[in-house]
């Protein structure tokens, strides 16, 4: 069965209905520690699992039948850099006591990595799988931590690691948790309700940006390959880039009167030393991974989903 920690963030319940519909139901148990709303509640199993305290995972794995374990709990860049002793027990003690326990029950381990695993000195257009990686925010420390951690663990023990460095993901039914790319998802509510957008990045700040779907198919379609395919533990997926003035453009086809105002704050230093664009040609080639949305596209899908959100035409 698949165990699924920090399941109440941004990808953890579009995640689950992906893998419940490949496994069924019963077999992928959400977890976070804070109360479940009723409709994640009735959509399968959910338990409190806190990813600090090795008792409790160590219960649920051995209770529960796990042996896939999806590691989402952690603080992400901006909200990292605000907390940074949470963000380290929470990104590090917590990734090592799922990777302790992904070696003692012989789990498959997904923990996701990020653009931000990369800093000023990698090369941004494009960054390759392996270059240099000197990221200056606890979150891309902690990330990169995991990445090193998880392939010793693998070399070492054998467990089966993986991890994909993925783009900011844009999502129309959950809420991103205190990213640096989340700014390209609150447009689109601004868009439909104030008219009025103030961006905290500068207008030419270019990002790798995903949509979810691509996003959750890529962490199951790599989840599912054979190990012998795979040449590394970590791969980047690519899908499109773009700056907030290419999405203001593509926004406004939608909501011609948009506003947007531009204040960059501590979040456009975070962006200015991420990747621009990513090579993902190892995963291509590896995974057989090939994304399937575009800008366009995926401002066609977040207004067809939104706007009925928000009683507009
Ligand atoms: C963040 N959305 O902004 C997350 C992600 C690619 C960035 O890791 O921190």
């Known amino acids: 069965r698949i165990l699924i920690t920090g399941s109440l963030g941004q990808l953890g319940t579009g995640l689950?209905?992906?893998l419940r519909g490949k496994y069924?139901?019963?077999?992928?148990?959400m977890s976070d520690?804070?109360?479940?709303?009723r409709h994640?509640?009735?959509?399968?199993?959910?338990?409190?699992?806190?990813?600090?305290?090795?008792?409790?995972?160590?219960?649920i794995i051995v209770n529960e039948r796990v042996d896939w374990l999806i590691h989402f709990s952690a603080l992400l860049s901006a909200v990292g850099e605000v907390n940074i002793p949470l963000a380290m027990r929470v990104n590090i003690e917590g990734l090592h006591n799922v990777?302790?326990?992904s070696k003692q029950y012989q789990l498959k381990l997904f923990v996701p990595s990020t653009i931000g695993a990369f800093g000023p000195d990698s090369p941004r257009n494009p960054t390759p799988d392996l270059t240099i990686q000197r990221p200056r925010t606890i979150y891309g420390v902690s990330?990169?931590?995991?990445?090193?951690?998880?392939?010793?663990?693998?070399?070492?023990?054998?467990?089966?690691?993986r991890s994909l460095r993925f783009p900011g993901i844009i999502s129309a039914d959950t809420n991103p948790g205190g990213g640096t790319t989340d700014y390209a998802v609150q447009i689109f509510?601004?868009?439909?309700?104030?008219?009025?957008?103030?961006?905290?990045?500068?207008?030419?700040?270019?990002?790798?940006?995903?949509?979810?779907?691509d996003c959750l198919r890529a962490l199951s379609e790599y989840m599912e390959s054979p190990q012998e395919l795979l040449?590394?533990?970590?791969?980047?997926?690519?899908?499109?880039?773009?700056?907030?003035?290419?999405?203001?453009?593509?926004?406004?086809k939608h909501v011609p009167h948009l506003e947007v105002t531009y204040k960059p704050d501590g979040r456009q230093n975070i962006a200015e030393a991420w990747p621009q664009v990513f090579d993902d040609s190892g995963a291509r080639r590896d995974w057989n991974w090939e994304h399937r949305y575009n800008l366009s596209h995926l401002c066609e899908i977040m207004f067809n989903y939104l706007k009925p959100k928000y009683g507009v035409k």
């Open 16 to 18: 689950a209905k992906v």
């Open 24 to 29: 069924g139901k019963q077999q992928i148990i």
């Open 33 to 37: 520690i804070m109360k479940a709303p």
């Open 40 to 59: 994640i509640l009735e959509s399968g199993p959910y338990l409190y699992a806190d990813i600090l305290d090795f008792k409790n995972l160590q219960e």
């Open 99 to 101: 990777l302790e326990l």
């Open 143 to 161: 990330k990169v931590h995991a990445e090193l951690m998880g392939e010793y663990y693998n070399h070492r023990f054998g467990v089966d690691f």
């Open 189 to 213: 509510h601004d868009a439909l309700t104030t008219g009025k957008h103030e961006c905290y990045l500068k207008p030419d700040c270019r990002l790798p940006m995903m949509y979810i779907d």
């Open 231 to 252: 040449r590394y533990r970590t791969y980047n997926v690519h899908a499109m880039s773009f700056s907030p003035e290419e999405l203001v453009e593509e926004v406004r």
